[in-house]
């Protein structure tokens, strides 16, 4: 885990709003993740920076126990062409915490890495805008690397 300065990102995807009350993420997120392969998002968002993958928690009602907004998509060059049924978000500049995430997706490593932090009452989160970046590392879901970021106060 370490602090880092992240400077802005625009990223484009598909959204949903849901929470994690009564267990309604863990419906609505894999339905979202099936969504943006079966429908093809990655290769209609325009102008990518790379094909890493985001995942992003934001517009937070207040904290992971209420609602929020999960999209999924590319960072982009700019957010001046938002393809129909899409969303654009920016993720703002700041301070993050960075976590690394290392083994098998297919055994939910992602979402034990979510709920470590959830109960970890130590760290400042800001709940503006987490994320996670599914990059090259994170294409052999059997040994991947996701990247998790989660805004925090100042370094």
């Not at 993420?25 to 790379?50: E, G, M, Y």
């Not at 960075?98 to 959830?118: C, F, P, Q, S, T």
Request: aromatic share 10%.
């Amino acid at each position: 885990m370490q602090k880092i300065q992240v400077p802005a990102k625009y990223i484009i995807g598909i959204a949903i709003r849901t929470t994690n009350q009564n267990e309604q993420s863990a419906l609505d997120i894999p339905q979202l993740w099936n969504d943006f392969h079966t429908q093809q998002i990655q290769a209609k968002i325009p102008a990518k920076r790379s094909e890493d993958i985001y995942a992003i928690y934001t517009d937070y009602e207040s904290d992971f126990t209420a609602a929020y907004t999960t999209i999924i998509g590319c960072e982009v060059e700019t957010l001046a062409e938002i393809p129909e049924g899409m969303v654009g978000h920016i993720i703002p500049s700041g301070s993050y915490t960075k976590i690394d995430v290392r083994g098998n997706l297919l055994e939910n490593i992602v979402l034990h890495a979510w709920v470590k932090i959830w109960n970890s009452p130590n760290l400042e989160r800001t709940y503006t805008s987490d994320f996670e970046v599914y990059g090259p590392k994170a294409q052999n879901p059997l040994q991947a690397e996701v990247a998790l970021y989660l805004a925090t106060t100042s370094c």
